[in-house]
């Protein structure tokens, strides 16, 4: 599966004082040791305390961009940001993210032409996250639409069905489930399938058994990629299990390390 790693978002408090102090090494730390433990791309989001989001966004890229290549997910909802982001973190980045109503899906496919970036699309629309699955997959359909209308290669699209805190909203789960499972009937090829994990766990007791359990789950469901926290050994172990279970890894005695190896 394809790991976004989740740590580089002024939500931590860690980062947001990095931010405020211009401290290189922490941001670059994380980068590394995301990449180290399995991630294949950085989530950067300033967070939402950020007075000069733009500023923020550009010291950010362009501190990794010292460290790494690897691709970056732009995380903001800021159009400006974006095309910051965007431009600073080069071609293979991930534009994160547009949501699914027509006037968002037209500025913002274009804007990842124009810098050859993946796409995150969520499935929601002014009107918020639908409670079941046939309301995100309608989205999801009108997404694709979106995408093939400009010229978007379905492959480097990624549909979020968005997951919430499951003590605020428990019927969403089995609904983002049921979504991952219909996305692939959508078109052929299918586009890929996402998940913010983390938000599964929002103010649970025991957040990193809750956030395995579910990445489990939505693999078995089909999930191609998750933004998550690679360096929850658990966390991987029990992905890198799914996926075994599931197929799509070779067997052998060691292949918690053979995978870590790749
Ligand atoms: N979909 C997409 N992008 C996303 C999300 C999504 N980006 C942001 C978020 N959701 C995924 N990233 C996180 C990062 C951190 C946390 C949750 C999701 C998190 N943070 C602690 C908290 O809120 O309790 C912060 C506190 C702390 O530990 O310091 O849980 O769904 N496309």
């Known amino acids: 599966m394809f790991i976004i790693g989740e740590k580089i978002n002024g939500m931590f408090k860690n980062v947001s004082e990095a931010i405020a102090t211009k401290n290189k090494l922490i941001i670059q730390e994380l980068a590394k040791k995301q990449l180290d433990a399995g991630a294949d791309a950085l989530d950067v989001n300033v967070g939402p305390a950020s007075a000069e989001p733009l500023a923020d966004m550009e010291w950010l890229i362009t501190t990794i961009r010292e460290v790494t290549d690897k691709p970056i997910a732009v995380d903001t909802t800021k159009l ?65 639409a979106s995408a093939m209308e400009y010229g978007l290669e379905i492959e480097n699209l990624f549909i979020d069905a968005i997951i919430l805190p499951v003590n605020v909203a428990q019927d969403h789960a089995p609904a983002v ?34 956030d395995r359990t579910f990445l489990v789950m939505a693999l078995a469901s089909g999930l191609d990629a998750a933004i998550c926290n690679p360096l929850d050994k658990e966390l991987m172990d029990s992905m890198i299990t799914a996926e075994l279970l599931l197929g799509k890894q070779l067997y052998c005695d060691s292949y918690l390390e053979a995978y870590r190896k790749k």
């Open 80 to 144: 400006a940001v974006m095309e910051k982001g965007l431009s600073l973190a080069g071609p293979g980045s991930i534009l994160n993210s547009t949501s699914g109503q027509k006037e968002k899906l037209d500025i913002l496919i274009p804007l990842a032409k124009k810098y050859n970036a993946k796409v995150i699309a969520l499935t929601m629309t002014k009107s918020g996250v639908p409670a079941n699955a046939e309301a995100r997959l309608e989205i999801a359909a009108n997404i694709v």
């Open 177 to 210: 489930l049921e979504t991952i499972k219909q996305c692939k009937l959508i078109c052929d090829p299918p586009p890929k399938t996402i998940l913010g994990l983390s938000n599964v766990s929002q103010k649970t007791v025991d957040r990193p058994l809750v």
